[in-house]
């Protein structure tokens, strides 16, 4: 079994600073692709960053030069180190992990329960 724990969500006032982690445990072979994803209220899910095994990483329009992720490849770990938040920024944010779990070369995607990130004064 694999599992995604997220953490470091919270309330954080506009033009603060929060750092989401997201750990993966359980029986892995190989992590490829780990992703941030949020859903807000009465939204639909969206794709936040993503980051690749060797490290590349891609952002929505929205993020662009306010957050940044990045991943420990030892620990199984990827960050979201989110600033200059606004209350938009408000949503669930859960982490996404493209696993292969034993040598058979097939992949799952993985989700976290989601943590909540409220913006607000």
């Known amino acids: 079994q694999v599992q995604l724990v997220e953490s470091g969500g919270g309330l954080v006032q506009p033009g603060g600073s929060l750092r989401l982690s997201c750990a993966a445990s359980g029986s892995i072979f190989r992590i490829y692709a780990m992703a941030w994803y949020r859903q807000a209220p009465g939204k639909q899910r969206e794709l936040v960053a993503t980051i690749t095994s060797g490290g590349s990483a891609t952002y929505a329009d929205s993020v662009k030069g306010r957050f940044t992720i990045s991943r420990d490849n030892a620990k199984n770990t990827v960050y979201l180190q989110m600033n200059s938040l606004n209350p938009e920024d408000t949503a669930v944010y859960y982490c996404?992990?493209?696993?292969?779990?034993?040598?058979?070369?097939?992949?799952?995607?993985?989700w976290g329960q989601g943590t909540h990130v409220t913006v607000s004064s």
């Open positions: 996404n992990a493209n696993i292969q779990v034993t040598v058979t070369p097939i992949r799952l995607n993985y």
